[in-house]
Each structure stands twice: as C-alpha cells, then as structure tokens.
C-alpha cells in the first residue's frame, strides 16, 4: 500500500514545514492496514479508511481519532500520488509532475521495504545526488541539484517479504513521469551524436526523443529530402513520455530522422535516429524435409530438400547434419529462393543435399535446421542403405 508524496522544495524551512504537513497527510488520508497498526510513539493511531477511490488529500484536516479496535486490512489497496506544494497544500498527481530544474526531487512511498527504479542515466552516473532511505514506514527518495536530464520514470515498488525472502510486488508499484523543464535544453540530453535503430515489419518502433518539459511542441523531420514527417497518431503517433512510436514500420519509412522541440522562443533538434528497415519475420521457419526416397541402393545417388514456405523477403539460413559427416564425406548442397503463387507476399526457400553414389556411411538420419531472425527449427529423416540390386544374368 504505497503512498507516495512529493515535493520540490528550496530551503530547509519549507521542508521541515513540508514534512510535517506530510506527515498530517499521512494521518488524514491513507488506509488503514492491519499489520501497521501497531502504535508508534508519539504518533496517535491512524484514522479510519477513506471510501475507496476517493481521496482526501485537500490538505491537513480534522479527524477524530477512533478507538483502537481490530481493523480488517483494506481489501483491495489503493496506490496513489501526493504531490506536496508550497504552504502545505498536497496535490494528487497523475501520470506525470514537473519539478523546476535546481529544485528537489523528494519522493515518499509507503512500504517497509520498498525498492526505486529511476531513469537508467541516474543509476549509471553515481554523483551522489540521489540518495534513498528507507524509514519505519515508507521509502525515501531523494534527487537533489536536478537537471533536465533526471526526466523519466520514477517508480517505487512495495516488496512482499517472507522472512529474509523478499521480492518486488509488480502489481503495486506506483510510477510518476517526473519532467524537469529545463530552459536551456528541451530534450533530454543524450550521450551519443546519433542512434541506429531497427525498423522491424509490423514491430512498433520508438524514435526515445524525450523532451524535458511536458509543454514543448515536438514534430518529426526527415533529413533527406528535408520534409516534416505526417503524425497522425494511427501509422505514427507521439507521447510526451515516450516520444514518436512507428507502429508498423514499413521499408519507407528507413532514413534519418530527428525530433525539433519548440517551446516559447526556443527551437532546438534531437539526435538523430537512423532507422534501418530489416524484413524481421512473424515467427521462426517451418522447414520440411524429404529425401527422394527412403531406401537407397550403393552406388545411386540421393537428394535430400528442405523447403521453407516463408514471408517475402525473410532470409533463411540452412545448415545440415548427416551420416557420413564424421568421417568427412564431401557432400554438397544446391540453394535457391523462389515466388510462391497465389499472390501473397510470400516465398519459398529450400535446400537440397546432393549424395552422389551412395555408400553404406550414408545411412542414417538427416537433419536440416532452417533459421530466421526469430529462431530456428530442425526436421529430420532416415534414409537406408540397401546392396545394389544384382545385374540379371543374360
Ligand atoms: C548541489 O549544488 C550545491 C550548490 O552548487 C553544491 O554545493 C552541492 O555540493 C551539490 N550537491 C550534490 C550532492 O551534488
């Protein structure tokens, strides 16, 4: 049951004065669970549940405290957002806040223990201003000298424990898309000059130029011919969190791209995506295999195909297993890709394993595994060997 409240604060007095309007928050609005309700000094017992789905967090008020009787937990925990302003006032927030850049990222999320994920640039960079702490009741997160570069996603996960055995409860974590509007830089920093990313067919593609503040306009740009890209929130759609999603990628849409963010008087470019387009397919191949027959007289020759009935333009790579491998038997095999009718986009790509003259080594299994960018699959069958059929006499 994880409470978490926020607040960007600038001096030590607004703080302490946050905390404890945090603290009142806490007594006046959060459920009631079973297992916390043991009495904590100096704190009186927590009031009675809210209704579920209905918040009170219209800041410090009145309650009576209850007697203390046996309270059944909540039955189904509700996770949400506090947002602490200036003088005491609490905000419930929804997906998404913004602190100002300098100011204090301070995150409170209720659970003993709790576990942070923050925007991967802060877990790499260790420059000790992010500190968590976790408290009797509730974790702490702590951002401080914040830059627009600490945008992202800040999620805080209760953790069931039994014993010393401890894991996180996916279904209660509670996130907040935290913006740090920066005025110099409307996109969030990014370490490289540009990114390759793959457009796979029909795998939604995102182009990640993030912008620091929820406010900017953000288009898309072709590079070359210089056009701004269509978005029309169906083929390519933008989220403020995410940046642009291709849905179903198609070969047009390879090139270079970059974002430009515009806000006020401020004008500025991502880094540029260049995004190959790779014919990725549905699933892995399906090969069949067959021999010309399954018993082959010494001395004849045998052919081994492996056919593979697959989406156009998806290579296949064939590779064999055979009896006589050990023993170095040089066989050779004949590739080829070719249309299938029927108007679908969709080709056929076989391999054939050639014997030529049969000897007793060649009995056995044979084993083709056909592979594409999504896996690979084996089939296999046997072949005899049988005495060359004796010539009729005269
Ligand atoms: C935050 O910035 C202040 C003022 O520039 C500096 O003194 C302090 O060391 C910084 N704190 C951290 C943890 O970087």
């Not at 607004?14 to 309700?37: G, M, N, R, T, W």
């Not at 759609?237 to 198609?250: A, E, M, W, Y």
């Not at 790779?278 to 010309?292: G, H, K, R, T």
């Amino acid at each position: 049951m994880p409470l978490v409240s926020l607040f960007g604060s600038k001096g030590r007095l607004v703080l302490s004065a946050l905390l404890v309007c945090a603290l009142i928050l806490e007594l006046a609005c959060c459920q009631k669970d079973a297992q916390e309700q043991r009495p904590t000094p100096g704190r009186k017992p927590k009031p009675n549940t809210p209704k579920p789905g209905k918040s009170t967090n219209k800041g410090p008020r009145a309650f009576t405290p209850k007697p203390k009787i046996k309270a059944t937990p909540a039955t189904q925990a509700q996770t949400f957002l506090t947002q602490v302003l200036n003088k005491g006032k609490f905000k419930k927030v929804g997906e998404t806040i913004s602190v100002q850049t300098g100011d204090t990222l301070e995150l409170r999320c209720r659970g003993n223990p709790v576990q942070w994920s923050v925007p991967s640039y802060l877990d790499e960079d260790d420059d000790g201003r992010l500190r968590t702490v976790q408290h009797e009741r509730y974790g702490l997160l702590t951002l401080v000298n914040t830059t627009g570069a600490d945008t992202g996603e800040y999620t805080c996960y209760p953790m069931y424990c039994e014993d010393t055995d401890c894991r996180k409860e996916y279904g209660k974590a509670v996130k907040v898309f935290v913006f740090f509007p920066d005025p110099q830089e409307l996109f969030v920093p990014s370490s490289d000059y540009y990114e390759v990313i793959q457009l796979r067919t029909n795998w939604p593609t995102v182009l990640p130029c993030q912008v620091t503040s929820p406010e900017a306009k953000v288009t898309l740009h072709r590079e070359f011919p210089p056009v701004e890209v269509a978005v029309d929130g169906t083929e390519i759609s933008f989220n403020v969190r995410k940046g642009f999603t291709i849905h179903r990628p198609r070969p047009y849409h390879a090139g270079a791209l970059y974002c430009v963010a515009s806000l006020g008087n401020l004008r500025q470019s991502s880094t540029k995506y260049m995004l190959i387009y790779v014919n990725y397919p549905m699933a892995p191949p399906a090969p069949v295999i067959q021999a010309s027959s399954s018993s082959v007289a010494i001395g004849e020759n045998l052919r081994v195909s492996c056919i593979v009935l697959g989406e156009q333009d998806v290579a296949v790579e064939f590779t064999w297993e055979y009896p006589g491998q050990q023993i170095g038997r040089p066989l050779y095999t004949q590739e080829s890709i070719g249309p299938v009718g029927g108007g679908a986009a969709r080709q056929q790509s076989q391999s054939v394993l050639l014997v030529d003259e049969v000897r007793n080594v060649d009995q056995g299994t044979y084993t083709c595994t056909a592979q594409n960018l999504q896996g690979a699959k084996s089939v296999s069958t046997t072949v005899k060997v049988v005495p060359k059929a004796k010539p009729k006499k005269p």
